[in-house]
């Protein structure tokens, strides 16, 4: 059985068609990346599967649970998390207290005011930042660490939900190379570790070639092509269309 099972899944924004009739299936375990040119309908089709939208057609399952009638937390607590395109994270908080926010908020005691907040899950916001990291910078400022080390952050609350699959839109956006190897560094030992599934979008072609055991091309909404890197280096459709002028780093 697979652990994600996209149907015909579509968005229409007021008669713009956003995405068409996708099909995908994720194995559980599998790294697998969705590539295309701006506005190709990335970011919709992982609001799609968060339900962060209603898609208007299609049917997205996770083992055997159907998401696009739930509500987005709801995902959540089946093992879905997800990063955003844009930081996600409280800037005015430390570190440590965004990790502490995250997971209390993922054990539902945001309401809870018996126990003081600050002395709940200490010791599991210390392993989660050191998981990614960041077990130095645990009492910063979140707001003005830097760019790297935010996404770093919005992985650690990600990861608070202690999901299966997780969703990263553009991880690797805005960072500098170094960042950017760092970064996918971590996001691969954290996927081994933790043997997560992980699906994610990104325009830099080596990071996708470095880490996705899969990929799937999506061009005006629709999945042109799905398969191991090497398949989809050589499908003539995407270079036409995406990979031409990037084929040879990929290479
Ligand atoms: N809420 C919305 N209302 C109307 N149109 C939208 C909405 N969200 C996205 N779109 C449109 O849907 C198309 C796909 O957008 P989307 O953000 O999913 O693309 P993307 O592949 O993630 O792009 P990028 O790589 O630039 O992030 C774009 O033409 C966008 O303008």
């Given amino acids: 059985m697979s652990l994600l099972t996209i149907t ?58 159907e998401l696009t009638v739930l509500k987005p937390h709801q995902i959540v607590k089946l093992g879905i998390a997800r990063s955003f395109q844009r930081i996600n994270i409280y800037p005015e908080l430390t570190v440590f207290e965004n990790v502490q926010v995250a997971l209390i908020a993922d054990h539902g005691q945001i309401f809870n005011m018996i126990r003081p907040g600050a002395s709940l899950y200490r010791d599991e916001v210390a392993r989660m930042l050191e998981l990614v990291s960041l077990s130095d910078d645990a009492d910063a400022m979140a707001g003005v660490m830097s760019y790297g080390k935010q996404k770093q952050l919005e992985l650690a609350v990600a990861l608070a939900s202690e999901p299966d699959l997780l969703l990263l839109d553009e991880p690797t956006a805005g960072m500098s190379p170094q960042e950017t190897i760092d970064s996918i560094t971590l996001i691969g030992k954290i996927a081994e570790a933790r043997k997560l599934t992980l699906l994610f979008t990104e325009h830099d072609m080596n ?34 269309i995406y990979l031409g002028e990037h084929a040879d780093n990929a290479a």
């Fill in 8 to 65: 015909n899944l579509g968005m229409n924004f007021d008669g713009f068609q956003a995405l068409n009739a996708v099909d995908l299936t994720l194995s559980e375990g599998e790294k697998h990346a969705i590539i295309g040119p701006n506005g190709a309908g990335k970011t919709t089709f992982f609001n799609c599967i968060t339900r962060h939208l209603k898609p208007t057609t299609g049917s997205v399952t996770y083992w055997d649970s």
């Fill in 207 to 240: 990071v996708v070639f470095s880490i996705a055991d899969r990929l799937s091309v999506l061009h005006h909404g629709e999945l042109i092509a799905t398969g191991r890197p090497d398949e989809i280096r050589q499908n003539p459709e995407v270079r036409r």
